[in-house]
């Protein structure tokens, strides 16, 4: 499945307005480029994917979720968005599950592994109106949650 059979997946509301703003603004250039990028994708040292491993249009919202997309992850780090709400949760090697803190550098340890929703730079849904992005070092293997200001009238128009 491909970036633009995600977007056929949204019907109605919201979504579906963004999809049309989208497709009118886009050169087609743009639009083929999209068209082939993959839902999920796979890495040496890391995945990603629009939702939950399960389902790339399931949500992962909570420790259950989560968990549940842990069973199916191959490598350390797996990025996901589709909430909008950034999350980093860590499964340790004692099998539990933490949330961390996204208000500084998170130092991601050996032996245990990540889910990580970086957000929305468009829409968030977290009670932040600021967009939000992940930035990833993988030399020193640490994860920043940034938050920037924007031009929501632009945006919402």
Known sequence: MNFEQVLEQLKAGEGREAILWTRKVLAQSQKSYLTRLPVMDYRDHFQTVHGSLLDPFAYVKNYKDALLSFE???????????????????LNGGGSINILELEKEVKLRRGARYLINVGSVGKPRDGDTRACYALWNTVTGSVWMKRVEYLQAVEAS
Do not use: C, D, L, R
């Open 72 to 90: 199916k992850q191959n490598a350390q780090i797996y990025f996901i968005g589709h909430t909008h709400v950034p999350v980093i949760y860590e």
